[in-house]
């Protein structure tokens, strides 16, 4: 089957702009998850949802990150007024199981954000 | 807070001997863990997950990893490296109570024919 799908696969933003980043999770996968990934560096949490619940942002870096999935499947992150230190590869994950769950989170290709 | 170090940012292997990608641990409570491989250009690809049991754990493309609690580690190994490994590879910690991974910088793994 199809794994996480994320779009656009690249985005070039000129600073101050606002930019929407797409992720289609796994079907059927009830927990969503968005990661910052900076050049040399591990991915970092922003924010964790269950179906259209967002359970956890406390890794959202300020309020000009924005984070929804309305339906429980498709979600979108939304970063307002772009700096350049928003640069980076933005990643997707789902996993199968609600939050008492164990299983492993399948990742998409990410997303890299430029912000000249 | 949690916590994951890879102390080796490049572990260098003749292909066909045996590679360790290091990896050690802070949490509170029992600790998840996990291995991610990311090749270039693509999404990281899960490896294996220890939950709790068997301290050696078994995954995927002949990767183990041994799980020890003492010491706070979970370092990956294969017995045999082939070129294809060469990868980035990535530790990852999850806390009872919490979904968040969090990752270590990454080791490269360069395997040489």
């Known amino acids: 089957g199809a794994g996480v799908s994320q779009s656009p696969r690249y985005k070039v933003a000129k600073r101050g702009q606002d930019v929407a980043l797409r992720c289609d999770p796994i079907?059927?996968?009830?927990?969503l998850f968005w990661y910052q990934q900076a050049l040399g560096q591990g991915p970092e949490f922003l924010t964790y949802?269950?179906?259209?619940?967002?359970?956890?942002k406390s890794g959202l870096p300020s309020d000009r990150f924005f984070a929804e999935r309305p339906e429980g499947s498709v979600s979108t992150l939304k970063i307002q007024r772009t700096q350049q230190e928003d640069s980076a590869v933005y990643l997707c994950?789902?996993?199968?199981?609600?939050?008492?769950?164990?299983?492993?989170?399948?990742f998409g290709p990410g997303t890299r954000l430029t912000v000249l | 807070a949690q916590s994951v170090a890879q102390p080796e940012d490049q572990v260098n292997v003749a292909e066909g001997n045996p590679l360790t990608v290091k990896c050690t641990y802070s949490?509170?409570?029992?600790?998840?863990l996990f291995w991610y491989v990311q090749y270039p250009n693509r999404g990281l690809q899960f490896l294996l997950k220890?939950?709790?049991?068997?301290?050696l754990v078994k995954g995927s493309y002949g990767f183990e990893a041994e799980f020890n609690k003492s010491q706070t580690s979970f370092h990956l190994k294969k017995p045999s490296a082939l070129v294809s490994d060469s990868a980035l590879y990535f530790c990852?910690?999850?806390?009872?109570?919490?979904?968040?991974?969090?990752f270590g910088s990454g080791t490269r793994l360069q395997v040489q024919p």
């Open positions: 949802f269950q179906n259209e619940a967002q359970l956890d």
């Open positions: 079907s059927g996968h009830v927990s």
């Open positions: 990852a910690v999850r806390a009872a109570g919490r979904r968040a991974l969090t």
């Open positions: 220890y939950i709790t049991g068997d301290n």
């Open positions: 994950a789902s996993s199968l199981g609600n939050r008492g769950s164990y299983n492993e989170q399948f």
């Open positions: 949490v509170s409570g029992n600790p998840y």
